[in-house]
C-alpha cells in the first residue's frame, strides 16, 4: 500500500537555526499538507499545498514558515529561525483531488526538538 | 468552519461496541463530517466520512441523523488494539482543505 514518508524522523536543532523537514507524498496525490502536534495537544493546521501554490494557512504559519515541493516527489516544510515553542512532531499529508473526500493520508511525523 | 463538540474521554471493554457522538450544531449545508483516528506517537489515521444517514465501511459505521447536527461513530466490537484519539472534522468540500482537528475523544479499551 502506498504510504507518505517522512525524513528525518527527528531532529534536534538548536535555537534560532534553520531547519527543512522532508516529505514524500503519494505518487498520484496533488493536494499536500503540514500539521504540528505539540506533545500532549491537539494537531494543528499548518498549510495545503497545490498546483505549486499555497491554498490555505493557518495563523501559525507566520513568515517564519515556507513550504516548496523542489521537484517532482518531494515536499518540504522550512522553519528559518527557530525557537523552543517550535518543538513539536510534524506531521505531511497528502490527499487524492477529485473526490469528495477528506481522506488525507498521513506520514508518520519529524520530531523537532529546539534547544 | 463548524465547531465540533466531543467527550474528552471513553472507557469501554474488548469486545463492546462503543459510540462516540460528536456535536457539531451550526454544520453548513456544503459541511461533509468526517472521522479520524490517532495512535501516539503516530499521524491520524481517516476513518470513515459521510454527508447524511448511515455510511459503513469495514472499520466502523458513520450515523448521521436528519438534521445533521450531530454524528456518532460506532466501532463494532473494539479489542485493545483500537485504543486511541478519534477526531471528528466537520468541513466544506472546498479547494484548499483547511482541516482542523479538535481535542478529540481519547478511548481507552481495557481488556
Known amino acids: 500500500e502506498p504510504e507518505v514518508t517522512q525524513t528525518p524522523s527527528h531532529q534536534v536543532t538548536q535555537m534560532g537555526q534553520e531547519v527543512i523537514l522532508r516529505c514524500v507524498p503519494i505518487s498520484n496525490h496533488l493536494y499536500f499538507y503540514w500539521y504540528r502536534q505539540i506533545l500532549g495537544q491537539k494537531v494543528e493546521f499548518l498549510v495545503s499545498f497545490y498546483n505549486n501554490e499555497i491554498s490555505e494557512k493557518s495563523e501559525i504559519f507566520d513568515d517564519q514558515f515556507s513550504v516548496e515541493r523542489p521537484d517532482g516527489s518531494n515536499f518540504t516544510l522550512k522553519i528559518r529561525s527557530t525557537k523552543l515553542e517550535d518543538s513539536a512532531m510534524y506531521f505531511c499529508a497528502s490527499s487524492e483531488p477529485g473526490q469528495v473526500t477528506y481522506e488525507q493520508y498521513f506520514g508518520p511525523g519529524t520530531r523537532l526538538t529546539v534547544t | 468552519l463548524a465547531k465540533t463538540t466531543q467527550p474528552i474521554s471513553m472507557d469501554s471493554y474488548e469486545g463492546q461496541e462503543v459510540n462516540i457522538t460528536c456535536s457539531h450544531n451550526?454544520?453548513?449545508?456544503?459541511?461533509?463530517i468526517t472521522w479520524y483516528q490517532q495512535f501516539p506517537s503516530q499521524g491520524p489515521r481517516f476513518i470513515i466520512q459521510g454527508y447524511k444517514t448511515k455510511v459503513t465501511n469495514e472499520v466502523a459505521s458513520l450515523f448521521i441523523p436528519a438534521d445533521r447536527k450531530s454524528s456518532t461513530l460506532s466501532l463494532p466490537r473494539v479489542s485493545l488494539s483500537d485504543t486511541a484519539v478519534y477526531y471528528c472534522?466537520?468541513?466544506?468540500?472546498?479547494?484548499?482543505?483547511?482541516?482542523?482537528f479538535g481535542a478529540g475523544t481519547r478511548l481507552f479499551v481495557k481488556a
Open positions: 451550526n454544520i453548513a449545508t456544503n459541511d461533509y
Open positions: 472534522l466537520v468541513a466544506p468540500y472546498t479547494g484548499g482543505f483547511k482541516t482542523i
